[in-house]
């Protein structure tokens, strides 16, 4: 299998090798220890190297992202190691240069070797390692058989894998069993990474839900140094748009937004700062005047900062209004948006998120959830949400009030749940004043795991012991909702009081549906815990405007519901 598998190596590389540096040469710097990745040292790093007076560990990240974990990584050994050495290698020449950066003094720095037998062996008799420790997705056959052939721990840290991978992998399985049986550790991101390498033969005893390492690398050290943007030509005073980590395909979108919005100010910082050139051509296509961030000509009123630089992404994230996280408009994937989101201002992304599901659904869970809360106004908000849009709450623990809400002028984009909600938690008294109008829905979809599934783009439903109500839902457009609305009184996991509440008072106006099957779904509990006082006021659906239960394509309530009234 190792001899099928590096036969297989060989033939890749040979093939794809032109490719390889052609990137190498748009990236530059190329030359410098370039044969570190055969397996060829300088002497001088050879001398510093045999001489090993500790044990050492050897890390591997891939490119600049990889490398900034790295980072992290490193201040952490040190602390809980002090007696021992450590080596960082790298892939990409940016990542390269941002290690020798930012690297201190005493932590060596290479090339990682390409993963053929003869290069592998040459590397780990110079490096000696003691552990070895990969990131993210790392799975380098030979280097791994190598380190145990030598009993050195192996341990992929901050570990990942995409749908995408995890199916190749699958495809030979037989050989990536052999890898993953000799990974002594494996720190998953998520649920789903973790389900991913067991189903590849990690053992179950060496698998560990750690989460990202991306979270603790969100924000800078307190040493980390602020590169200086004075003399920038970002202006101020009017909206600035920073998009990160983008691909071919995406700055083209980005212009045609700029000609739409004379307003708007671009910061735009690719992925690949090698295609600097692309985008200036693209830019001057477009008849957008774009300034470089160094070694540029100066621009007469430039409309974008086109960031040529490598490392100093998260700072520009902090000059943003709001933030786009590219790779995710054109179907790659997708890229971190950790980084972007501790920046504290918006960030949006495209739908292609498959390669960061865990993050980018946690962080795109829940949009607004105001809790206990009176004399609220939310205004001009686009939400696109996995979860909850909108979700007014009350816990008599936060206070006694849930009153005076204003929600108006709110564009709402829910994958699999409610746009605007009146209640899950509600153990105040009562709910007053709430005018939720004048908003759009562009879809409200369900969650297709959750057997049973009864969500509505707009919804009343008291899990607790409240009066929920006073509620207005006036001049919503709706675009296309799985379900239209739920009132509704149960119980469920979310409910804090043992008692039954009320549902009094809830109008829908002016609501019009274009597309979905527009069910609504009225329940209450006893006589004693009624839906009541629920008016359809000028309900249209698809055109047809809805004057009876009858014309509602799917309508239901039950005996506990009373005063339900169309006109």
């Not at 050989?175 to 991913?196: C, K, N, P």
């Not at 700029?258 to 296509?285: G, S």
């Amino acid at each position: 299998m190792r001899l099928v598998y590096t036969i297989l190596y060989v033939f890749g590389f040979v093939l794809l090798s032109p490719v390889f540096l052609y990137k190498m040469w748009k990236r530059g710097k190329y030359r410098a220890n370039f044969g570190q990745r055969f397996g060829r040292y300088a002497p001088a790093l050879r001398n510093r190297l045999r001489a090993k007076t500790s044990p050492r560990i050897w890390i591997q990240a891939v490119s600049v992202g990889e490398v900034n974990l790295a980072l992290l990584l490193l201040r952490r050994l040190r602390e809980a190691f002090p007696g021992h050495a450590l080596l960082l290698t790298t892939t990409t020449s940016t990542g390269y240069a941002l290690a020798h950066e930012r690297l201190p003094a005493d932590v060596e720095l290479l090339y990682f070797p390409q993963d053929f037998p003869p290069v592998v062996r040459r590397a780990f008799d110079l490096i000696q390692p003691d552990a070895l420790i990969l990131m993210e997705s790392e799975l380098w056959p030979n280097v791994i058989w190598e380190a145990a052939r030598r009993r050195c721990p192996v341990c992929l840290v901050n570990a990942r894998l995409s749908p995408r991978s995890a199916r190749r992998y699958r495809c030979v399985a037989g050989l990536f069993r052999r890898v993953a049986g000799e990974l002594s550790l494996v720190a998953a991101q998520s649920a789903d990474d973790l389900a991913h390498f067991r189903a590849l033969g990690v053992p179950p005893d060496r698998l560990h839900l750690t989460g990202s390492l991306k979270y603790d690398a969100s924000l800078p050290a307190a040493d980390a140094t602020r590169p200086d943007f004075r003399g920038l030509p970002v202006p101020t005073g009017q909206p600035i748009l920073v998009a990160g980590s983008t691909h071919p395909g995406e700055e083209a979108i980005l212009f045609d937004l700029l000609a739409k919005r004379p307003d708007l100010f671009l910061i735009l910082v690719p992925r690949h700062v090698e295609r600097t050139p692309e985008i200036l051509e693209l830019a001057r296509r477009k008849q957008i005047p774009v300034a470089l961030r160094q070694n540029g000509p100066p621009v007469a009123a430039p409309r974008c900062l086109l960031v040529n630089t490598t490392g100093e992404l998260r700072w520009f994230y902090e000059l943003a209004t709001v933030i786009f996280v590219g790779k995710s408009l054109v179907g790659h994937g997708g890229q971190n948006i950790i980084e972007a989101a501790a920046s504290g201002h918006p960030v949006v992304f495209g739908p292609h998120m498959e390669n960061f599901k865990a993050i980018g659904w946690r962080m795109n869970s829940d949009g607004i959830d105001p809790v206990s809360t009176e004399d609220l106004v939310i205004r001009n908000c686009f939400l696109k949400t996995q979860d909850d849009g909108i979700t007014i709450k009350g816990s008599s623990h936060w206070g006694p009030n849930v009153r005076n809400i204003e929600i108006s002028r709110c564009t709402m984009w829910q994958n699999w749940m409610r746009s605007f909600v009146l209640g899950g938690e509600l153990t105040v008294a009562r709910t007053e004043n709430i005018r939720i109008r004048d908003s759009d829905i562009i879809y409200s979809g369900i969650n297709p795991k959750s057997a049973g599934n009864r969500d509505a783009a707009l919804s009343v439903w008291n899990v607790d012991d409240a009066v929920a109500g006073d509620i207005v839902f006036e001049d919503i457009r709706v675009e296309e909702a799985v379900r239209l609305a739920r009132i509704a009184l149960f119980k469920n996991k979310h409910s804090r009081a043992k008692e039954w509440g009320r549902i009094r008072g809830v109008v829908f106006r002016n609501i019009t549906v274009q597309g979905g099957p527009a069910s609504i779904e009225i329940s209450g509990h006893s006589p004693e815990h009624l839906s009541e006082d629920i008016v359809f006021e000028n309900l249209r659906i698809r055109g047809r405007v809805v004057k009876s239960a009858a014309d509602v394509d799917s309508y239901s309530e039950d005996p506990y519901s009373r005063a339900i009234r169309f006109r």
